[in-house]
Each structure stands twice: as C-alpha cells, then as structure tokens.
C-alpha cells in the first residue's frame, strides 16, 4: 500500500485548502480506514479526521470540528481533507494515514497513530495570521 499526500501550502488565516490522498492498492479499496493526523514542530503527532470506507462514518478532533470535513472518492482512491476558516495553529506537516479492516469492523473509526499500517509522506500546511 501506497499513500500520496498532496494539496498543502500557503495561507492567510480565514483561507482554505484542501489537501489528498491517493492510495494505490489492488485490493477492493472499501476495506481501508483512513485517517489524517497532523504534526508541529516540536509536538508530537496527533489525530486530525478519519473516515471508514466501508460505512463512510468519521470522526474528527474537537479542534476541528466544523471547520474540517474528511471525505473518500471510492472511484479515484483518494481522500481529503476540506480545511477552512484556517488559523495559525493548523500550521503542521500533514500526514494521511491508512489501515486495513475487515467488515465487521466498519463502524471502527480508529484515533492513535500506532493503529495505522500505512503513512504517506507528509504535506506541509501553513497558515499565517
């Protein structure tokens, strides 16, 4: 499994963006869970949004709530992160990560790194006030 993180940047406070990630697996795609998380410098990382492809169910951290939107393209194996209303804090290296599950497990939104097989690269989002 593969992970290509794309769409950070640059930002005034208020701005918008909307990183992806592309997973290139063979496998029927439905059986991932798959998360963002996010890490400043100095800090260690933390959990952002996750989505499970099979329920489409998500969970995202009180920090942003209502501001970001995680949701999956089946068709284009990606996933996204819809930011807005941007503040200084969400400066970070963002990072999508993924993990195989089984059906039965399709309500399980899982919120710690060390539940993720799977790590794209990182890409840098900065919001300047």
């Known amino acids: 499994v593969q992970l290509q993180a794309s769409g950070g940047g640059l930002v005034q406070a208020g701005g918008s963006l909307r990183p992806s990630c592309e997973v290139s697996e063979r496998t029927f795609i439905k059986a991932f869970v798959l998360g963002w998380f996010r890490q400043a410098p100095g800090k260690e990382r933390e959990f952002v949004a996750a989505?499970?492809?099979?329920?489409?169910?998500?969970v995202d951290t009180d920090s942003v709530k209502g501001r970001f939107t995680i949701s999956a393209d089946n068709a284009k194996k990606t996933v996204s992160l819809q930011m807005n209303n941007l503040e200084p804090e969400d400066t970070a290296v963002y990072y999508c990560a993924a993990d195989v599950r089984k059906y039965s497990e399709r309500n399980y939104l899982p919120t710690y790194p060390s539940e993720y097989s799977y790590w794209g690269q990182g890409t840098q989002v900065t919001v300047s006030s």
């Open positions: 989505i499970n492809w099979y329920s489409g169910r998500t």
